[in-house]
């Protein structure tokens, strides 16, 4: 399932109080109402398993009867379960029966109303039947049915149960980023050395999602008799024949130096063997700017993309450094549509502390952004990560801040930090991090074995944009 971050818990009241059968008088009702939504739907399917696109993909919904995504007539149905259920006869009820009929659908947004009406009472086994229906925010009736309810007999009195909060996972930043690709074409890109199953189905997903057009750089005996054994088609692409890794690194960074590729992407061979080619100063692909890293982070419990910088490259940077890193990463940002990123800069405490020094160098950096030496984002630091993340702990401690709680980018202390920031954030919080190396000649893929195919296309994805600016310098890709 894929959500945007939403929590939720139990709506019900307070205490719960049922109807027994000798209270329950015929005519009498209850109600219950419910606005459908995008998080109910997927909810729905979840528990079901009913994946039917008419619920769930708005493309395929777009050309069925009605145009749209619908909910399951289902849903409408359980929302008659939820009155029986809660309020009457409520607690201690059995379902024994239950007939409906569906009349019109249920859209995105709509107000659906389950009213259940007694029109029998059956002594014999304290059986009550209800008229049900259900209607939408205008009054035209969706689900019509009767329901046999097996009615309690002793009345209860009790706290309504706590729900489980429910954590909903959408990684649509990221499917935003790969539409922005859409109408851009591939990006020739050199492949150093895809020896494994997960670096080679890597470059032939990403080529087959349109996004990259691969240069395979490695042993050409070996990368067939690979593709061939996990029915990977490499047939279309070029292979440049080199006799190992140290050797695909070298040529993909010259293909790349020579105008032949637009971007370089890490196969299977070590980072530092591929990162020591692209630094060489005669024959890599430096330029005035230092290299540097950038996650880019889907966390869906944060309604932005997030940039952590630098977590792969620059160990122990300097403030200097960081100047470049700093400013690599707004660069970035910029491409990806943000109009002014918001950079926090990372420490352990908001304050600055002479005995730590990164809340100095936050602080001097701040200070070269006022002065033009860092341009295009706004900065404040230091801020520990709950204050550049939160606003609402941010306010806690009277932080007065432009970026506190709507950071974009967060610019981390070192390498340590920064990549067991981004760890935490894939492996507890669910996040996918795309990787990029910023400030050579060309971008630079960094993939991981461990990485899903969404990350390792967006990894491509963000490439792409970042070649199609540096073709076009004026492309303002902001808008999809």
């Known amino acids: 399932m894929r959500a945007s971050g939403e929590a939720f818990g139990n709506g019900a009241s307070a205490a719960v109080e049922n109807v027994t059968f000798d209270e329950i008088q015929i005519g009498q009702s209850a109600s219950l109402s419910r606005q459908l939504t995008l998080t109910d739907v997927e909810l729905f399917a979840t528990v079901s398993g009913n994946i039917n696109p008419a619920h ?23 929302l008659i379960s939820g009155v029986l259920g809660t309020t009457l006869p409520g607690a201690g009820s059995l379902y024994a029966g239950q007939s409906l009929q569906f009349r019109r659908p ?28 259900c209607t939408n925010q205008d009054g035209e009736v969706v689900v019509l049915g009767t329901a046999e309810v097996i009615a ?38 050199a492949v150093a050395h895809p020896c494994d199953e997960s670096s080679l189905r890597g470059a032939v997903e990403a080529a087959e999602a349109g996004l990259i057009d691969p240069i395979l750089v490695g042993p050409a005996e070996k990368l067939k008799a690979l593709a061939a054994s996990k029915g990977l088609d490499i047939a279309r692409f070029r292979i440049v024949d080199v006799p190992h890794s140290h050797a695909a690194a070298q040529t993909a960074v010259a293909l790349a130096r020579a105008g032949e590729a637009e971007a370089v992407m890490k196969g299977s061979l070590h980072t530092d063997e591929l990162m020591s080619e692209v630094v060489r100063k ?53 491409v990806l549509g943000v109009e002014v990123p918001r950079v926090a800069i990372l ?35 230091p801020l520990a990560f709950d204050n550049a993340i939160s606003r609402e702990a941010a306010i806690t401690k009277g932080i007065n801040s432009p970026v506190a709680g709507q950071a974009d980018i967060l610019l981390v202390p070192d390498l340590e930090a ?33 990485d899903n195919v969404r990350t390792r296309l967006a990894s491509c994805a963000v490439a792409s ?3 199609a600016s540096q073709r076009r310098p004026t492309l303002s890709l902001a808008a999809e």
């Open 465 to 467: 944009l970042l070649a």
């Open 152 to 189: 309690p007999t002793q009345k209860v009195i009790r706290p309504a149960h706590e729900l489980p909060q429910i954590q909903m996972i959408r990684h649509d930043k990221h499917d935003a980023l790969l539409r922005k690709c859409d109408e851009l074409p591939p990006v020739l890109t």
């Open 347 to 381: 420490s352990a405490v908001e304050t600055l502390n002479p005995k730590i020094a990164t809340t100095l160098e936050a602080a001097a950096l701040c200070k070269m952004a006022d002065r033009g030496q860092i341009t295009g984002g706004i900065l404040d630091g």
């Open 418 to 450: 920064g990549n067991m920031l981004a760890k935490q954030l894939s492996f507890l919080a669910n996040a996918d991090a795309a990787g990029i190396v910023l400030g050579a000649r060309v971008p630079i893929i960094l993939t991981s074995r461990a």
């Open 56 to 78: 769930l993909d708005p493309k395929f919904a777009a050309d069925s009867r009605f145009q749209k995504v619908i909910g399951p007539g289902m849903w409408s149905g359980s």
């Open 282 to 334: 005669e024959t890599g692909l430096r330029t005035n700017r230092r290299l540097s890293h950038v996650f880019v982070m889907n966390v869906p419990t944060y309604p932005r993309a997030l940039l952590i910088t630098d977590a792969a490259i620059n160990i122990y940077p300097t403030l200097e450094d960081k100047v470049s890193i700093t400013q690599n990463a707004i660069d970035l940002a910029k």
């Open 106 to 133: 249920v859209g995105l947004g709509d107000v659906v109303t389950a009213t259940v009406t007694v029109i029998e009472k059956r002594p014999a086994k304290n059986i009550v039947v209800f008229d049900c229906v």
